[in-house]
Every structure is written in C-alpha cells, then in structure tokens.
C-alpha cells in the first residue's frame, strides 16, 4: 500500500484511481484465482480422508460379501479379482514405503483401486447434500427473527422500500423482497438461492442509524453481491463443509446418539413440504453437520463411558471388534479437523472477500457514488451490528455481525461520558457545569467505589445505583432495555425478605438468561469459528479501494507501529507454527497408517473367520 | 486414412464453429431485448410519476393557496405529459418541463414550515425523490446495458455475426441541452404566509 493511500483527503496531486468496470474486472480474476485454491485445499482435504475411506468401505463390502458367501457361495473368479486389486494396491504401498519399483499401468490402477471408493462416496454424500439443501438456500435461519415488512407509513422504512426499489432498477434485477428485524444491531444481509428470490433482511436500527445516501450505498451492494452469484457461491461453500460433516456424521453413527439425531435431521427436512420450514430445518441441519467437523462431537467419548459402565463382557468384545473403526473415526476427525481449520476455511474466506471487494465495486456501479457505501461502513464500524441469529449466516451480512459490540464495550463516545457524568452527578443532588476527562476519571473510580459498597449492602450505596439507573433513563429519552431492581427490595432481599427475592427473581432470571443467550450467540458463529481468517475484509482496505473509485472521505489513520509489530510477532511466531503444523501432521500420518494397519488385519481376521465357518 | 482424418477435423472444427455462432447469436440477441427492456422500464417510472401528480396537488392545496400559480403549472405540465406525443424529443420535452414545475414548486414548499412538516407532506415528498431516482436509475441502467450491448456487437469476432443477422447499434440516453430549465431560487421573502 503506498503511502499516497494514508494521507488526508486534503491532499492535492495525482492519486491512483481506478474505475468501478477496472475494479470488478480485477476482482472477477482474483475470484478465479480463490477458487482455484479453494480447490486445492478441498482436495488436500479429501486425499488422506479417501485414503481413509476407501479401506472402510471395501471392509463393509467385503463382510457383506462373506456373509453373501456363507449362504450362497460366489464364483471363484470374484474372489480372484479380490485378490488381485489388493495385491495392485500393495505394489503401490510397496512402491512408496520401500521404493520397489512399479510400471505406469499398475501404478495407476493400484492408486485407482486406493483412492476409488472413497472419491465415489464423497461426490455421492456432496451431490446428495447439494440437492438437500438447494431449495432452501443460504441464510434461512435468519427467518426465524419474525421479520416483518416495512410499513409504508413510517418515513424511514418507506425511504427502504424506494431505495431498493431504485437499486433494483438500477441493476436491471427484480426488487428483493424486504424483511425488517428489530433488535440493537444495525446490520443487513441477504438471503436465499438466487436473484428471483432473494430476501433483504435488515434491522432496524440500520435504518436510523444511517442516512438516505448510506442507505442506499449499503443496498446496493447487496443487491450487486446478489447479481453477481454470491448466493450461489455461499451454497456451493457452505455444501462442501457440509459435505464433510455428514461424512463424519456416518462415521459416527454407529457410536453416538448426536449423530444419529442428525440423521434423523436430515431425514425429516428430506420430506418436508412447504418452503418456509424448509428454509429454517435447513439451516439447522446444516449447522448441525457443518458443525461436526471438528473434534467437539463427544460421541466416542459417549461411547466409552457407556462401555465402562456396563463392564460386561459382551462390551469388551465389542470394544475390541470395533476398535479399527474407532481409530479410523478418530483419524478421519482428526484430518477434517486439521485440514478444515488451515486449508480449506482461509481459502473459502480469501475467497468470499474477493467477492465482498467485487459487490463494493459493484455498488458504485450502481450508484456511481462512492461516497455512500464509504461513510456507512465507516459509521457502520462505530455501531453494534450483532443481530440474533446471525450464526451460521455470519459472512452473508454486509459487515461483520458483532465484532465492533466487542470493541465498543471498552471506550464509550466522549458525548456518552458527558451523559453519564451528568445523570451521576444528578443522582447525588448536584449539578455539574465542569465535564471533561478529568471528571470523567473521577467519576469511574466513583461509581466503581460505589457499587463496591452496595454488593457489602450499603442500602445509601444501592439508593444511589437506582437513583443513577432513572436519571440514565431520563436522558435517554425513556426507559433503559434493562429493569432496574428497586432498592428497598434489594435491602430486604438480603435480610431474608421472601417477597422481595420473588419480585427479584425474574429480573435476575432475565439478566442471566441475556448472558446466555450472548454467550450462545458467540459460540454458534459458524463457519467463522474456528477460522483465524475473517470472512470481511478488513474495513481499512474496503475504504482504500472504494477511495479510489472516487469516494471522498479520509482514511483512518495507519499507524506503523502496529505494522512493525506485526512483522516481528509473526517472524516469530512463524517457525512456531511450522512446527505444530508439521507435527500435527506426522500425528495424522501415524494415525492414517495405523488405522489402516487394523483394518487390514480386522479384514483378514474376518476373512478368516467366515472361512472357518464355511469349512464346517 | 488420412482422409478420413481430415474429414472428421473439419466436421468437429465446423460443429464448433456451428456451436459458438448459437451462442455468440443468442448473446447478441439477450443484449439487445434487455437494452429495449430498459428503455421501457424508463416509460414505467416516468408513467407512475404522473400517477403521483394529482395526489401531491390535493395535499398540498389546503396549504397553498397563495401559491395557485405553482400548483397549476404542475397540474397543467401533468396533463400534457400524459399525453401520448407524436415523438420522443417531444415526450422529452413536456417530462422534463414536468420535472421543472416539480421542483419550482418543491423550493416554493420549502418556505412552508407547517406544509413541510406534516406527516403525509413528507411521505409524499420521499415518493416523488424515490421516482425522480427512479427515473433517473432507470435511465443510468439503460445506458449500461446499451453500453454492453455496443461493447460486445463491435468487438471481434462478434461484430462479423452482428453485421450479417443485423444488429444495429444502439444509441445512448443523453440529457438534451433544451431541457436542462433553470429552476429560479426566490431568496426573497414575499411569499410568506
């Protein structure tokens, strides 16, 4: 970045510009590029798990061969063949483990013979679930918000519906429809399959927290990210990681009662009629099985505990059968894990920024005004913008739900700390005409000394919280979110008084259950959990590109302290990480091997077995 | 043998060329019906603005009634707007003579406060910006897709099918110089009720 690109908008000269055609042309490449790579890393997934794969199959298929034997016998010439691809498929072990020599044809076949079933297998679980989920789309639990129409009485939501309008006009699309969400946030995001049934959905506080031109700005990029296919990609993302949850899902079904809820999941919403239900029961199977990719399943766990518990002999046979299915389980989790978390999840981000970059360019196209969508992201970056329910649909909203409520929470507006020093000083009987930092540090230390002596049971303390809370709600214009307890309950409540506890109990049910709830909230965030990788770009680089499609605004300040900083912490860090990574890895090539290993013998001891049997 | 060869290679390469003059044809095709949708998507926004007409006239009257004069210019440019004209140029004409008695009379409502304020008055206010927008969005959407469509009629080798299947070129929306009426600002204060 050039260090024309931080300095003031007052600056004249000659600047680097680029037209929005220039930039969506460019941004139309890169995604090509992200795809590509996107590639790679779903492949560097699906190799060491077909490899995995395929021996489990070919063991499920082969007991069902020995049990078809036993009672009707099979040609020899079948188990001929047998014989024959696995001894293909140990040249090829052969071949790289201790570098005996193999010809092209073998090698090819033998690898075939390897990798085959487990290839076949993800495609058919990938294409199932691309039909599955294909009417319901992206975003649908997002539905569940009770999300209403704008009315057409109220300035504000009448402004929304002409500004899609417009837009809409503007790119040549039909109108989205619109679904309004009251809450805190202030956030929008679009829904569904495709450009003839997309859906806005938008808080409400969107709207007043921004003006027309910001409005507008925000609206066209979603409906330019809609043009572009953007749905369509979220669904094609989205499929891929569910397709490896339900991969894992079957793996551990024979373990676990989760997994086997989640099948039962999937096959509920297979049958289900009407779309609105389907787009809700498919967001939550597909939360479900996008998130059993990890190591949070706790069905084998489940599994042993159970085992121990019924220490009875039939269990520790069991135990034993199964034990080659249960390191097979444990490596294909660990591999999905690994692969999903350094891979495939920061190439799928890097490639959903692309397009974020592209429907930014095209939402200058739209507008041909830069300036709007620049000051909204700006203005949009000081706000909360967590909206209920944002899970799994996280990377679906314009920016990122929820982070600046995080950053917000340690540096309230120099006008919130006038208020506050005001409503405080009020509550003492005083009026205060000196605000400035140095009441405001005084002022802190204050209320923390006082809430310190109100949870001792000062009753003066408590009087003064609750006096504070009213004149708080005074300035606000009405009442705060939260209820405050009075006082006197609270005295009593201490001292034993039981219609006091039960006229608090709800107040402290609610304020527990808010905590919950965030906590839930911030644990359900989906596709972006694990990921070190955000799926927006970085405010700071929307704003630089967008100023040079012409938006007049000045940029935040870089301060290269924080660059420098970075450079050390990561030279650092790099050779760290380079060594977890390449243990990690050495663990799943143990792993790999040794389940492989077991199935192997689990195979010919099964063989062996349905021989004996046959021989009687 | 190696004629066979040749015949099969010049078969393969003529169903390709076949193949890609379909699809080259039908692009030109879907370019040219999107350029003519735009420009009666621009028909649809100008008619719906003279549908909004009457309604503004009705709310505004009870509070303008020293201002007739601004009330019945926009009464009377709506009228001969709605009209069907012989051609476009006169078409273009009585819309924008119509967009300027619109916007004398929003300056003139701008020394009503009462007027301003009321509830309805804004509503009504926000339609005709949203339909002034639309309009012009309309007009900016129709430009791009003739732009596209010109673009990919010209470049090669598509301009050899344009040529033959006759696909003319399109022209662009532009703003006729006649039609940009100044709106006079009244910075004195005579009108006031």
Redesign the interface.
């Known amino acids: 970045m050039s260090s024309q690109a931080v300095a003031n908008v007052g600056r004249f000269g000659p600047r680097d510009r680029e037209t929005f055609f220039d930039a969506q042309r460019r941004n139309r490449r890169a995604t090509w590029r992200m795809t590509f790579f996107c590639f790679i890393a779903a492949l560097s997934m699906g190799i060491p798990l077909t490899l995995l794969l395929s021996p489990l199959i070919y063991a499920v298929l082969l007991i069902g061969a020995e049990i078809y034997n036993y009672y009707s016998p099979l040609p020899r010439e079948f188990w001929l063949q047998v014989e024959n691809l696995a001894r293909l498929a140990q040249r090829v072990g052969n071949f790289i483990f201790n570098h005996k020599p193999i010809d092209p044809q073998s090698a090819i076949l033998g690898s075939l013979v390897l990798l085959l079933p487990g290839i076949l297998l993800s495609i058919v679980l990938w294409l199932t679930v691309l039909t599955l989920f294909r009417r319901g789309g992206v975003g649908g639990a997002l539905l569940n918000l009770c999300a209403r129409q704008p009315t057409?009485?109220d300035?504000k939501e009448?402004?929304l519906a002409?500004?899609i309008?417009?837009?809409a006009?503007?790119?040549?699309v039909p109108a989205p429809q619109v679904r309004l969400v009251d809450g805190a946030g202030a956030n929008a995001a679009a829904i569904g399959t495709g450009i003839n049934d997309a859906q806005i959905v938008i808080s409400r506080r969107l709207l007043d927290v921004l003006n027309r031109e910001e409005l507008e700005g925000v609206l066209a990029h979603l409906i330019a990210s809609v043009g572009n296919g953007d749905l369509r990609i979220a669904f094609t993302v989205t499929s891929i990681f569910e397709a490896y949850g339900l991969i894992e899902t079957l793996i551990n079904s024979p373990f676990g009662p989760q997994a086997r809820s989640t099948i039962w999941h999937i096959l509920r919403y297979a049958f289900l009629r009407s779309k609105d239900s389907r787009a809700r029961e498919a967001e939550i199977v597909a939360g479900l099985l996008a998130g059993n990719v990890g190591l949070a399943s706790d069905d084998i766990d489940h599994f042993f505990q159970s085992g121990s518990s019924k220490p009875s002999i039939i269990w520790k046979i069991l135990n034993f059968v199964f034990l080659p299915i249960l390191i097979t389980n444990l490596a294909i989790r660990l591999i999905l894990w690994f692969f999903s978390t350094t891979a495939l999840e920061p190439a799928v981000a890097f490639l959903w920024r692309t397009r974020q970059y592209l429907a930014d360019a095209g939402a200058v196209?739209?507008t041909?005004d830069a300036d709007g969508l620049a000051s909204a992201l700006r203005k949009l970056d000081q706000q909360n913008t967590s909206v209920p329910g944002d899970g799994w649909a996280s990377h679906l909203f314009i920016v990122s739900p929820g982070r600046s409520d995080r950053m917000q929470e340690t540096a309230p507006t120099p006008e919130a700390m006038q208020r506050f020093a005001k409503a405080w000083a009020s509550s003492a009987g005083l009026t205060t005409t000196v605000v400035g930092s140095s009441v405001s540090g005084d002022f802190k230390t204050e209320i923390g000394r006082v809430r310190h002596a109100a949870l001792q049971g000062d009753a003066g303390a408590i009087a003064r919280l609750y006096a504070f809370g009213q004149a708080m709600a005074a300035a606000e214009g009405g009442t705060l979110p939260f209820k405050m307890p009075d006082p006197a309950d609270v005295v009593a409540a201490r001292n034993g008084d039981p219609a006091a506890i039960e006229r608090l109990r709800p107040l402290i049910a609610r304020a527990y259950a808010g905590q919950q709830s965030q906590l839930q909230e911030e644990k359900q965030n989906g596709l972006q959990a694990d990921g070190f990788v955000s799926f927006h770009p970085p405010l700071k680089r929307r704003l630089v590109r967008l100023e040079r499609m012409g938006a007049r605004i000045s940029l935040p300040d870089a301060s290269g302290n924080s660059r420098t900083i970075r450079i050390i912490v990561s030279v650092f860090l790099a050779p760290l990480i380079t060594l977890v990574v390449a243990v990690v890895l050495m663990l799943i090539a143990a792993m790999t091997m040794l389940s492989l290993l077991l199935l192997t013998l689990w195979l010919g001891a099964i063989h062996g077995i349905f021989s004996l049997l046959a021989h009687h | 043998m190696e004629t066979s060869i040749a015949v099969i290679a010049f078969i393969v390469a003529f169903v390709i060329f076949l193949v890609w003059m379909i699809i080259a044809f039908n692009g030109l095709v879907r370019m040219r019906n999107r350029v003519r949708n735009g420009w009666s998507d621009i028909d649809v926004q100008l008619a719906r603005r003279h549908d909004l007409v009457p309604n503004l006239v009705e709310t505004a009257e009870g509070y303008l009634q020293h201002e007739r004069s601004v009330l019945d210019d926009v009464t009377q440019a709506r009228s001969q707007a709605v009209v069907p004209a012989a051609n476009i140029p006169q078409r273009a004409l009585a819309e924008a003579s119509l967009t300027g008695a619109l916007s004398r009379f929003f300056v003139r409502v701008e020394n009503y406060p009462n007027l301003r304020a009321a509830e309805n008055m804004k509503l009504l206010q926000e339609q005709l910006t949203s339909t002034e927008n639309r309009i012009a969005f309309a007009r900016q959407h129709y430009n791009d897709e003739v732009m596209n469509y010109n673009t990919a009629r010209l470049s090669f080798p598509r301009n050899l099918l344009a040529g033959f299947f006759g696909f003319p070129p399109a022209t662009m929306f532009t703003a006729d110089p006649n039609d940009r009426e100044r709106v006079e600002v009244q910075l004195s204060s005579s009108s006031r009720p």
């Open positions: 057409q009485t300035l009448l402004q002409d500004v309008q417009e837009m006009i503007a790119a040549g196209q739209l041909r």
